[in-house]
C-alpha cells in the first residue's frame, strides 16, 4: 500500500513501485548506465534498452482507491526517453498475474486494457506537457478521425513524487483490437510504410501498386480505392496533420479490418 501525507492533489494519483536497483541502480531503466553517449538524447543508455521490469501499479481517484495489480514496465518513446522526465509503457501480463484489466479511465471510451501509457509529455517536456493530448481533445465530436484519448495524473514511483504524466491509449495493434472489438488475425496494422505489426503487409502493397499503375481521374478507380480506403478519414487525418504542423515523418500508424477499409490513427502531435 501507498500513503501519501500530507500532501493532496486535485488530480487521480498513480502510485508505482519495484524494486529500486531495477529502476535506479546501475543498470536500472531510469539511469544512462556505462554505455550512455555524453549527448542528447543518449544512445546507448539503458533507457534506449528495451528492458522490462515488474512492477505494482495502483490508481487514486478523490483520495480511493480505485484499481492495483502488478505489471510490466518498460521506458516509452524515441528521443524523449533522453529528458529528465521519462514515459513509460504498461504491460499486463499472464505472469504477473492479470492478462488485462478492466477500468474507466477514460469515461466516455474503452475501458478494457492490456497495455496503457504514462506519457510524460514527449519533446513538450518543460514546455505545456499537454500539447499532444490537447490537439487530440479538440477534436472530439468535430470529425470521423482515430485518436488517443487522455487521463492527466500525479506519478509517485518508489515513494517519490515524479510529476504530472498522461494515461494515453497504446496505439499498437491491442487499440484495434480494443476500439473495433477484432481478434489479431481479423486486421493488419502497420507503422511508418512497412513495418507490420500485425497481420501482413499484402493489402497494403497490392492497394499501392494499383494506385502506381491506374489513372486516378477515372471513376471507377476512384471507386474502386473508395471501397479499400476511408477517404473521407484519411482526408480528416491530413488536414489535422497540416493545421497542427505535424512534421514528423515517421509517425504514421494505420490499420484495415480484413473485410473492412484502410484508416490511420492521429498520434504525437508534440
Known amino acids: 500500500r501507498t500513503f501519501i501525507v500530507g500532501r493532496k492533489h486535485n ?27 555524453s549527448s542528447y538524447p543518449y544512445y546507448g543508455a539503458n533507457f534506449w534498452e528495451d528492458i522490462e521490469v515488474p512492477i505494482s501499479f495502483e490508481y487514486y481517484e478523490n483520495g480511493k482507491l480505485g484499481t492495483s495489480f502488478n505489471a510490466g514496465m ?57 500539447k499532444d493530448a490537447f490537439l487530440q481533445k479538440v477534436l472530439d465530436n468535430e470529425m470521423d478521425i482515430d485518436k488517443q484519448d ?12 515524479n510529476g504530472i504524466y498522461n494515461i494515453r491509449e497504446k496505439v499498437d495493434s ?14 493488419d496494422f502497420i507503422e511508418r510504410n512497412d513495418d507490420v505489426k500485425n497481420g501482413t503487409i499484402d493489402s497494403y502493397n497490392e492497394l499501392l501498386d494499383y494506385v502506381k499503375n491506374n489513372d486516378m481521374t477515372k471513376d471507377g478507380v476512384y471507386e474502386y480505392l473508395d471501397s479499400q480506403i476511408d477517404l473521407q478519414e ?11 504542423d505535424q512534421f514528423d515523418p515517421i509517425n504514421i500508424k494505420f490499420y484495415k479490418p480484413k473485410n473492412g477499409k484502410w484508416r490511420w490513427i492521429l498520434f504525437d502531435l508534440d
Open 11 to 37: 488530480l487521480p494519483v498513480v502510485s508505482i513501485s519495484s524494486e529500486d536497483e531495477l529502476l535506479y541502480g546501475k543498470n536500472g531503466i531510469f539511469t544512462k548506465g556505462d554505455n550512455a553517449q
Open 74 to 130: 518498460k521506458i516509452f518513446g524515441g528521443w524523449s526517453r533522453g529528458e529528465a522526465q521519462k514515459s513509460v509503457a504498461i504491460y499486463l501480463r499472464k505472469k504477473y498475474g492479470l492478462q488485462q484489466i478492466n477500468y474507466p479511465f477514460f469515461k466516455d471510451n474503452v475501458n478494457t486494457f492490456t497495455r496503457f501509457i504514462l506519457r510524460s509529455g514527449g519533446q513538450d517536456f518543460g514546455k505545456l506537457k499537454l
Open 150 to 161: 487522455y487521463l492527466p495524473v500525479v506519478v509517485y514511483i518508489n515513494g517519490k513524487y
Open 174 to 187: 491491442t487499440y484495434v483490437e480494443r476500439h473495433l472489438g477484432l481478434s489479431d488475425n481479423e486486421f
Open 234 to 244: 484519411l482526408a480528416n487525418y491530413w488536414v489535422v496533420e497540416t493545421y497542427f
